[in-house]
């Protein structure tokens, strides 16, 4: 009997840990270091926290379940401070002088070690109770990575005021673009059913200071803006709001009509505008605190503004007028491209919206994503940033691979993100960095921010691959600080979702850091873009021309002739290097300066053309190639002799992906040396991996039910 019971305990405890990855980087498991285990439980011996709020109640909770799985003890929590409190959490608190409160505005905080010996306090404030949740989790950030918290004097305030993420979730629970199964929020249980994920979502984002979500997909659907479907909205509001998170819609701009009221969506028609300013009312009524409307316009299809030869800002400032009375705020995207102007792709968001610059109302922001093209594993950044400097600028980063292996690639994106960031526009001298463009400090603008186009669905981890959490959670922390480095957020990450063992965190931040490049190498080398297969974007077709719209033709792109291959885009070409400051142009108009990574983004060059190498650009591309494929092998490598410090679960899961990842970096290697070689004519040198198939096997690869189309 005994022994019986013992087996179910067992089992029960394995059950318990069973890393599915639902729980995110706030796995909270027991702290390994008997030393620091030992500090941690002396600070937190007695917990003093003050205030009633629901976000208040939050903190507490999150506090309870974090430290009795940290140190296995539950904590003994207050209301008030008393003679024995080792830890202190409140809202202004009175430890702390006005002027050290005063720097942190609504969402900083501060985290400092107050008073001596037997009266030594840990003090966690903030202005608001926001602040103070967002404290909480970075004092457990601490505690989960490690870190010593003997003496602390940590003040942190975000470098932007929009922290957020776009869902391109359908109210039918696709997910567009989405690898992760569906859409985590059931419109159709809403508003009665709250589902857990719900909460747990808020919570996740809340640990790393994300405080707004789209709802919906920029391929809007209307009906999320009738009665019934507003107080959908209204149950998720509610639930959000304690984690100080905004909820924002997508406003698909031929609502008016859609809705049977009237016969047209004309910005200055006052029958449309009355009709928002409605709409926009009833939405308050029911969230008081809605962050605004996110828009996609003239755009792929959608409706917009020039349906009635009216222009982007006459459109933004229609909606922007009918919400400004709320506080609200209007995000148009600058994602523009049109099959009737036949100028180069690259040029055309430009060539709209500079012009407009300083006509919008000032709680519009311009979202522009990095680069100009779309989601590229790499482009240059996109020349809108320092060219509207009257125009707050919101970035638009995507969290889902659409273009980057999509469900079953690891791709580590805080390289991608850091390199648009740390890109220096020029606009007002050297130094004036994408960042800076987009956190406001460059041109003096309050309102700023940072957007990812989300990679979470109801997959029990949440993101599909284990490593997806990784890019959700690179986006949060670089919306809170750009400044942060991307190896030390993989490093917090691994520790937070893994382990702290040392040899393990190094090797896994390490093959994080180097995942980009080598998918950059076995998917697009040397600033190639823009070649995979039609629609579902999943693996590679270089090949594809006949589409209706020029600019969906991968060979639009890539230009590969007899004579060479690759996008002019100096003076002579398109000119789309005309749209960036000579800072920046300067070194990339000139293919002896460009660096190799831009050189055909920028350059149609000859196959002859001599590398930096020494070799020929065809045998550069070969060699590229042929080093991703090599470069998956080694992350193969890496997981087998790290990953077996970790659960059986990731392990194996991580382990099939990689395999996967493998094959799929050989059919890219192949499938594109194979095309190009029919322009190039020359042999893929013998050092390197031969095709396993012909051209015309890679050809006629179909995948009819790829994911997220
Ligand atoms: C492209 C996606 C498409 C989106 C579009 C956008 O393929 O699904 O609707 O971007 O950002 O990358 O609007």
């Known amino acids: 009997m005994k022994i019986y019971s013992l087996l179910l305990l067992l089992l029960f405890h394995s059950t318990l840990k069973a890393e599915d990855g639902y729980r995110l980087w706030l796995r909270y498991d027991r702290v390994t270091n008997s030393r620091l285990l030992e500090s941690y439980a002396r600070q937190t011996r007695s917990i003093a926290l003050t205030g009633n709020t629901p976000t208040m109640a939050l903190a507490e909770k999150e506090l309870l379940t974090a430290l009795s799985g940290l140190t296995g003890r539950k904590p003994e929590i207050t209301r008030q401070q008393g003679a024995t409190t080792t830890l202190l959490i409140e809202t202004a608190s009175a430890k702390l002088s006005k002027a050290e409160l005063s720097t942190l505005g609504d969402e900083g905080f501060i985290i400092k070690t107050t008073g001596t010996g037997a009266g030594q306090v840990l003090v966690i404030t903030a202005n608001t109770d926001r602040g103070v949740l967002y404290g909480v989790f970075h004092f457990l950030r601490l505690l989960q990575t490690q870190e010593s918290i003997a003496s602390l004097n940590i003040r942190s305030v975000p470098r932007m005021k929009l922290r957020m993420l776009n869902h391109w979730d359908n109210l039918d629970r696709t997910v567009e673009r989405g690898y992760a199964g569906f859409s985590i929020w059931n419109w159709h249980t809403l508003p009665g059913y709250i589902d857990q994920r719900y909460t747990d979502y808020a919570r996740a984002n809340a640990s790393l200071g994300i405080n707004g979500t789209v709802l919906t997909n920029v391929n809007a659907n209307a009906t999320v803006l009738t009665p019934p479907y507003l107080q959908k909205v209204k149950a998720l509001a509610d639930t959000y709001r304690p984690y100080g998170i905004k909820v924002y819609l997508t406003a698909r701009f031929s609502a008016p009509v859609e809705s049977g009221q009237l016969p047209t969506a004309d910005p200055l028609d006052p029958r449309v505008q009355l009709w928002w300013k409605n709409k926009i009312s009833e939405i308050y009524a029911l969230v008081p605190d809605f962050g605004g409307f996110l828009v996609k316009a003239n755009s792929e299809g959608q409706p917009g503004p020039q349906d009635y030869h009216r222009n982007h800002a006459e459109g933004a400032n229609m909606l922007a007028d009918a919400i400004a009375p709320f506080k609200g705020i209007v995000i148009w995207r600058a994602f523009v491209y049109s099959a009737e102007v036949s100028d180069d792709r690259h040029k055309q968001a430009y060539n709209e919206f500079v012009p407009l610059d300083g006509k919008f109302r000032p709680n519009v922001l311009v979202q522009v994503k990095n680069g100009a093209i779309d989601f590229m594993p790499r482009e240059p950044f996109h020349p809108l940033f320092g060219a509207m400097p009257q125009t707050p600028l919101l970035m638009e980063f995507q969290v889902t691979q659409e273009y980057l292996g999509q469900g079953t690639h690891l791709v580590y994106l805080a390289p991608l993100f850091k390199e648009c960031l740390d890109s220096d526009t020029y606009s007002k001298g050297k130094g004036s960095t994408v960042a800076k463009v987009v956190d406001g400090s460059l041109q003096g603008h309050a309102l700023n921010g940072m957007a990812g186009v989300a990679n979470i669905g109801t997959d029990i981890n949440w993101t599909g691959h284990p490593f997806g959490q990784a890019n959700w959670y690179a986006l949060g ?98 000119n789309a290097l005309g749209q960036y400051h000579p800072g920046a142009a300067a070194t990339w108009a000139d293919p002896d300066t460009c660096p190799e990574e831009y050189l055909l983004w920028f350059h149609h060059l000859p196959w002859q053309h001599r590398m930096k190498s020494g070799r020929s650009l065809w045998n550069e591309l070969c060699h590229q190639y042929n080093q991703g494929v090599e470069g998956v092998a080694r992350m193969q490598e890496t997981w087998e002799k790290a990953g077996k410090k970790t659960d059986e679960q990731r392990y194996r899961q991580v382990k099939m992906l990689l395999n996967i990842q493998h094959q799929e970096a050989k059919w890219w290697r192949d499938a594109c040396l194979l095309y190009f070689q029919t322009f190039s004519r020359q042999p893929i040198p013998a050092v390197y991996g031969q095709p396993e198939h012909s051209l015309d096997y890679y050809k006629t690869l179909r995948f009819p039910y790829a994911p997220g189309n």
């Open 477 to 574: 922390r670089l919306a809170w600080d750009h400044q942060l480095s991307a190896a030390a957020i993989a490093e917090e990450w691994v520790r937070m979702s893994y382990t702290n063992d040392p040899g393990f965190v190094q090797e896994i931040t390490r093959m994080m850091l180097a995942s980009r490049e080598t998918m950059v190498q076995y998917m697009n080398p040397i600033g190639l873009h823009h070649i995979m297969a039609t629609g579902h974007h999943y693996g590679p077709a270089p090949w594809i021309a006949d589409l209706s719209r020029p600019e969906w033709n991968p060979v639009y792109y890539h230009r590969a002739d007899s004579a060479g291959i690759g996008f002019d885009r100096t003076s002579s070409g398109s």
